[in-house]
């Protein structure tokens, strides 16, 4: 598709491990499919969980880099360019939307991992320009759910919305021999925020950790949980919700991807 709709879409990817690009598997296969799904976006704003730093920030560079923020895969993988263009001029769009939030043009990151080896399936041609927007780790989860609405107003601009992180993210229990398992607890701490986006609760999501001791095990970290509060406060109350690879892997790795369109 190359017109643009009224509104772009917000989605959340369950990205999982950086050796996903190197798959065919369900969660790749819809990815090499999503982008038939919707119009061609002026530019992609991502959050990914692994810029997670001090300050609200956003790639300013014409040319980005590609980052590979990871150890132990095959060496192909080092190897791996996503040459899409960044845009000053989206950049700008976002710092001065996010005001009140300080936040900075930043020309020292790219395309990490959580971005571009989602996108290198999404869009191969690496033909859409993106910016990536930083997770401010000093801030409280109203914060980022609160910048996500403001993130809104760019969808009706013709901009995508893409966070890039994982519901359960819990490494440190993952069962390396046993991909396609499933921890109960995971499965109930993802019912419950799949619930919360069904029903338009967000404020269930915003504050998970209500969900009790599961909630802990699910997100020991909150890196790849908070890119999911941006998309959900970009949310439109016309939005339609849909649910997709709805599936743990290792027991304790999350890969739902939920789009709002």
């Not at 095959?74 to 845009?87: D, F, K, L, R, V």
């Amino acid at each position: 598709m190359s017109e643009l709709n009224t509104i772009m879409p917000a989605i959340f990817i369950g990205h999982g491990s950086p050796g996903n690009i190197l798959e065919n598997n369900p969660a790749t296969q819809m990815w090499d499919n999503l982008a038939s799904e919707f119009s061609t976006p002026k530019g992609i704003v991502c959050v990914s969980a692994h810029w997670y730093i001090d300050k609200t920030a956003v790639t300013a560079n014409e040319n980005p880099r590609t980052i590979h923020d990871f150890g132990g895969f095959p060496p192909a993988m080092y190897e791996m360019q996503y040459p899409a263009p960044g845009s000053v001029e989206l950049a700008n769009k976002v710092v001065s939307l996010l005001v009140e939030e300080d936040a900075s043009l930043d020309t020292s990151w790219g395309f990490d991992h959580g971005t571009w080896c989602v996108l290198s399936k999404v869009y191969p041609k690496a033909d859409i320009p993106v910016v990536q927007l930083s997770i401010d780790r000093t801030q409280n989860n109203e914060y980022h759910f609160n910048i996500g609405k403001k993130l809104a107003a760019l969808r009706e601009q013709g901009y995508l919305i893409l966070g890039s992180g994982n519901i359960v993210h819990n490494l440190g229990v993952m069962n390396w021999n046993a991909r396609n398992t499933t921890y109960p607890w995971a499965q109930r701490f993802g019912d419950y925020i799949r619930n919360a986006v069904t029903n338009n609760t967000p404020e269930h999501a915003v504050d998970y950790l209500a969900f009790g001791p599961e909630a802990q095990q699910a997100v020991p970290s909150p890196d790849h949980y908070l890119p999911l509060l941006y998309v959900l406060g970009a949310r439109q109350p016309t939005d339609n919700v849909t649910f997709k690879s709805q599936y743990c892997e290792y027991g304790s790795l999350d890969m739902t991807t939920i789009i709002l369109q």
